[in-house]
């Protein structure tokens, strides 16, 4: 069975450093990949995924994650944090493949990024 | 498009009383996820529906929560009786079949069961 770790449920940075979301994942085989961003009172917006291919991906909003397969792990980075980024992040993966190619993620607990002026 | 609309905003009902959650899913797309949210338990997927079949229900908690799609445009998610428990942000999403293809959520709706 698949399942995501998020290490961290709170993540504090100043504005203009480094973000560095921990995602670590396990699946029997090779999943799919996502990060999600929730804004307060909204739902969850699609950041990036990985599903085959290049395993550095580049998202919306200057972040970007990379797939290292020898270590489980898909997280999530941004060079320069802006106040705007405050939010939830969540990690999913998915190897529950549907018809038609669809699937279902699992959803980790989430990362709270707080970004201090 | 405008998205996955789904209303009511936010519900406040006493316990006991029959709640209807709707929904909207983008045109076109042959997924639609219901999920709940908790402090607790995070993001639980309760049921999903393909091309307006329910195909996976095992995530309903109890016989108390039912859903339906009678067209592909529309989704209700209703529980009778409602209990405090039930107290959560429930999210509709939906989803074009293909692996390429991400989730797009609605905004939500948050019900507090008093």
């Known amino acids: 069975a698949q399942s995501v770790t998020q290490l961290g449920s709170h993540v504090s940075v100043s504005e203009g450093a480094l973000v560095l979301l921990r995602c670590n994942y396990s699946?029997?085989?090779?999943?799919?990949l996502f990060w999600y961003v929730q804004y307060p009172n909204q739902g969850l917006q699609l950041l990036l995924k990985y599903t085959t291919g290049a395993t550095l991906v580049k998202g919306i909003n200057g972040f970007e994650a990379e797939f290292k397969k020898s270590e489980t792990s898909f997280h999530l980075t941004k060079p320069s944090a802006h106040m705007s980024d405050a939010a939830e992040y969540f990690c999913a993966v998915s190897d529950r493949p549907l018809s038609g190619g669809s699937y279902i993620p699992t959803f980790g607990r989430g990362t709270s990024l707080i970004v201090h002026p | 498009d405008a998205g996955v609309i789904q209303s009511p905003r936010h519900e406040v009902t006493e316990m006991g009383q029959e709640v209807t959650l709707r929904c909207k899913p983008i045109s076109g797309h042959d997924y639609l996820f219901w999920y709940r949210q908790t402090m607790m338990r995070g993001l639980e997927l309760l049921i999903y529906f393909n091309n307006n079949v329910p195909i996976d229900d095992s995530g309903m908690p109890e016989d108390r929560f039912s859903a339906k799609m009678p067209n592909a445009s529309f989704s209700t998610l209703k529980i009778q009786p409602s209990e405090p428990r039930d107290s959560a942000v429930y999210f509709c999403?939906?989803?074009?079949?293909?692996?390429?293809?991400?989730?797009?959520f609605g905004s939500g709706t948050r019900l507090t069961v008093v």
């Open positions: 699946s029997s085989v090779p999943p799919y």
């Open positions: 999403a939906s989803s074009l079949a293909g692996r390429n293809y991400g989730y797009t």
